[in-house]
């Protein structure tokens, strides 16, 4: 068929100065391609038809991605079925079937399959609920190894994650965590019930209600640190029910919330050792100690051992001389009755004063 109307050139005669996306077939391989070549020599994008979709629809639409080796047609289908089952209007399409940009327009729900070919052209990969089936060698020869492959079929479920109740990292036993697509508090609250003891940065803009219905779950918040614009709204909902910081800006928000949190790490590091001593108690030496002589010098010499090999574990926190001195004036606790009697017994408690006395009198504190 030919299009009368339409100019056909050559790619290589196109101002690629004017084009912002190339959008290339799945089945055209990304790497050994000229086009591929031509297009990356002028920072020009590569897309393919699903990433023009997922920019494309509503921010009401919903979008259920599945991949797999095996398995994703048929699972594609099913949840199609079971959706339109219970009355919903759903789209079904992407690699099975119908294409992506073909689906009907005003569906509530698309269930879209995802080959690897897809995903590798993948830049963003905003969906709403993912799946990955299962990884088994396939298409070795398009991607180059397995690794490869198990790396494109994850880029579905890593970027479901992005900006929501995405793991950033770890910074000594604190954790980052980014919910920044998080804009109003009933999309926050997934986040907040997910972790406790939390140094929350929250603020912007204020949407409609603020975020009076999370104060349920304000007890999971250790410390907000308030930014923006709704900065007042929200230090009045907290009142009484939070510790909170008023803050300039982002930047001097996540200086101080990381700073709380290592405050906040390194107390639970006190309760952490006492609590692993009594882990450790229990699970190696509660049978034979139940059998023996608490007065025997040798048990108590091992249970000694055993709690000097604990505290030895934290020796290469930077705080530990500072949660040594702590714990010289901790009320140990445990939930474990039993170790609570060795304490009571035969004097647990002095002998664990007296190795950190020995250890901070070694480091000269």
């Known amino acids: 068929m030919m299009y009368k109307k339409c100019d056909f050139i050559h790619p290589k005669e196109y101002n690629w100065h004017e084009i912002s996306a190339l959008v290339l077939s799945p089945g055209v391989p990304t790497e050994p391609h000229w086009i591929v070549k031509l297009a990356r020599r002028f920072d020009c994008k590569i897309k393919s038809d699903i990433e023009l979709f997922l920019e494309a629809k509503t921010t009401n639409q919903k979008v259920i ?3 797999g080796t095996n398995g994703k047609s048929t699972t ?14 759903v789209a079904i ?16 729900i698309y269930v879209i399959e995802f080959s690897s070919f897809q995903l590798e052209l993948m830049n963003e990969i905003n969906v709403d609920i993912s799946a990955l089936l299962n990884i088994t060698p396939d298409h070795i020869d398009r991607h180059g190894s397995m690794e490869n492959y198990i790396a494109t ?20 036993n604190v954790f980052f965590v980014n919910d920044s697509k ?4 009933k999309s926050s609250e997934k986040a907040v019930l997910s972790y406790e003891n939390i140094n929350w940065i929250v603020g912007g803009r204020s949407k409609k209600g603020g975020i009076e219905s999370l104060s349920k779950h304000f007890t999971r918040i250790r410390k907000a640190f308030l930014i923006g614009e709704s900065t007042e709204a929200f230090a009045n909902t907290m009142e009484n029910k939070v510790d909170f910081v008023k803050c300039c800006n982002l930047k001097n928000a996540l200086k101080l919330a990381f700073e709380e949190a290592l405050n906040s790490a390194e107390e639970n590091g ?40 604990r505290l030895s574990n934290y020796a290469k926190l930077p705080n530990y001389r ?27 408690a002095f002998m664990i004063n007296q190795q950190i006395l020995t250890t901070i009198q070694k480091e000269q504190y």
């Open 65 to 67: 991605g599945i991949t």
């Open 76 to 89: 594609t289908s099913l949840i199609g079925y079971v959706l339109k089952s219970a009355g919903k209007k």
């Open 93 to 108: 399409g992407g690699n099975l079937g119908v294409p992506v940009l073909d689906l009907e327009r005003d569906a509530e």
């Open 153 to 172: 079929k994850l880029k579905l479920i890593n970027g479901r994650l992005r900006h929501r109740n995405e793991l950033l990292g770890k910074i000594r």
């Open 182 to 185: 998080a804009t109003n508090a």
């Open 270 to 309: 006190i309760y952490s050792a006492l609590e692993h001593i009594a882990e450790d108690l229990n699970s190696s030496m509660e049978a034979e100690l139940r059998n023996s002589n608490l007065e025997d010098m040798k048990v108590r010499e091992r249970v000694k051992l055993a709690i000097q090999i």
């Open 322 to 348: 500072e949660l040594l001195k702590n714990v010289l004036s901790f009320s140990v606790s445990p939930k474990n009755t039993y170790f609570s009697k060795l304490l009571a017994q035969f004097g647990m």
